[in-house]
């Protein structure tokens, strides 16, 4: 499996800013992805953040919202612009291995409370 | 429209007996059906997978069953430990498709003395 990090780890933030998250992985690979776990509930897909191009949404999310950066295989940010209380959630970063088999392996998340 | 669905939504076990959680799909081309594991604060864990290939998967306490006519598959947990108390989750994915995974709703397991 591959080693994640997140950061921050959790944050609180005022309505109206925005936050950015990072997301590093110890080796280089080809799919990195973003997703958000709201209280109590299941995962959600964000995007796909592709090395060298944009990132592809998924219905419901939009670059303006969630604009992502991916500069090279190892690394990943998402920032969550001029949240609302209703983006207080947790967001994970994930990373499929290079080598393929499709496993999905997860960061550790960031908890951001947004009042 | 859920692809996924997951039942139950919490369960509960004794010490050292089976924990089976139950995932349906609607969607033909999924072909890979992992589920993870996940402890309060930490970020979901990938515990054991399955392709359409095989009927069933087990590692160690942890057995896939999976029915590709029924669009169904199964996590067993057996000799369910305190420390397997858990959310389950269920997910599948299509080939191709970036392995974007579509993940049931979660189950919530305790496992009791």
């Known amino acids: 499996s591959a080693v994640i990090s997140q950061k921050p780890s959790r944050d609180i933030c005022q309505r109206g800013t925005s936050l950015t998250i990072q997301c590093q992985v110890d080796?280089?690979?080809?799919?990195m992805f973003w997703y958000r776990q709201q209280p109590g509930q299941s995962l959600t897909l964000i995007a796909t953040?592709?090395?060298?191009?944009?990132?592809?949404?998924e219905s419901g999310f939009v670059i303006d919202k969630f604009p992502i950066s991916r500069p090279n295989l190892t690394f990943s940010t998402l920032t969550v612009s001029n949240m609302s209380p209703e983006d207080s959630s947790i967001y994970l970063c994930?990373?499929?291995?290079?080598?393929?088999?499709?496993?999905?392996?997860f960061g550790p998340g960031t908890r951001l409370t947004v009042l | 429209q859920q692809q996924v669905k997951q039942s139950p939504q919490s369960l509960i076990v004794q010490k050292g007996g089976i924990s089976i959680i139950n995932c349906a799909y609607e969607?033909?081309?999924?072909?890979?059906f992992p589920w993870y594991q996940q402890f309060p604060g930490k970020g979901p864990a990938l515990l054991i997978a399955?392709?359409?290939?095989?009927s069933e998967k087990k590692e160690g306490r942890f057995t896939i069953s999976f029915n590709k006519s029924a669009k169904q598959f199964s996590l067993h947990i057996m000799d369910s430990q305190p420390g397997d108390s858990a959310t389950y989750f269920c997910?599948?994915?299509?080939?191709?498709?970036?392995?974007?995974?579509?993940f049931g709703t979660g189950t919530q397991l305790k496992v009791e003395l």
């Open positions: 953040a592709n090395q060298g191009s944009e990132a592809t949404y």
């Open positions: 994930s990373v499929e291995r290079t080598s393929g088999g499709g496993e999905q392996f």
């Open positions: 997910a599948a994915s299509i080939p191709g498709g970036g392995n974007k995974l579509t």
């Open positions: 969607n033909t081309a999924f072909d890979y």
């Open positions: 399955i392709r359409p290939d095989v």
């Open positions: 080796s280089q690979v080809t799919m």
